[in-house]
Nanobody
Framework: QVQLVESGGGLVQAGGSLRLSCAAS????????MSWYRQAPGKQRELVAT???????NYADSVKGRFTISRDNAKNTVYLQMNSLKPVDTAVYYC?????????WGQGTQVTVSS
């Protein structure tokens, strides 16, 4: 079955950096686009970044120039490098994949940015 396991969240001061990882299994990773979403308390889940099968990337305007999504097909892992973090980046971050008409989510990893 499809499994997505995020890691790398934590508490960081504003201006700091974190690198999130998402280990995928249960499907042929290299053939699918992968995405990172986030959900802050009291807010809807929002798309942060997407990386295609061919490694093309797209970002939310709010993170452009600060976050970088990448993938390692040999490790079935997608990453989110987050630099220049701001308190507004505080949220639970989820990785996601859409396949077979379904959308799959990991359990999420908490990122907290203190001012």
């Amino acid at each position: 079955q499809v499994q997505l396991v995020e890691s790398g969240g934590g508490l960081v001061q504003a201006g700091g950096s974190l690198r999130l990882s998402c280990a995928a299994s249960g499907f042929t990773f290299r053939f699918y686009a992968m995405s990172w979403y986030r959900q802050a308390p009291g807010k809807q889940r929002e798309l942060v970044a997407t990386i295609s099968m061919g490694a093309s990337t797209n970002y939310a305007d709010s993170v452009k120039g600060r976050f970088t999504i990448s993938r390692d097909n040999a490790k079935n892992t997608v990453y989110l490098q987050m630099n220049s973090l701001k308190p507004v980046d505080t949220a639970v971050y989820y990785c996601s994949v859409a396949l077979g008409g379904n959308v799959y989510w990991g359990q999420g990893t908490q990122v907290t940015v203190s001012s």
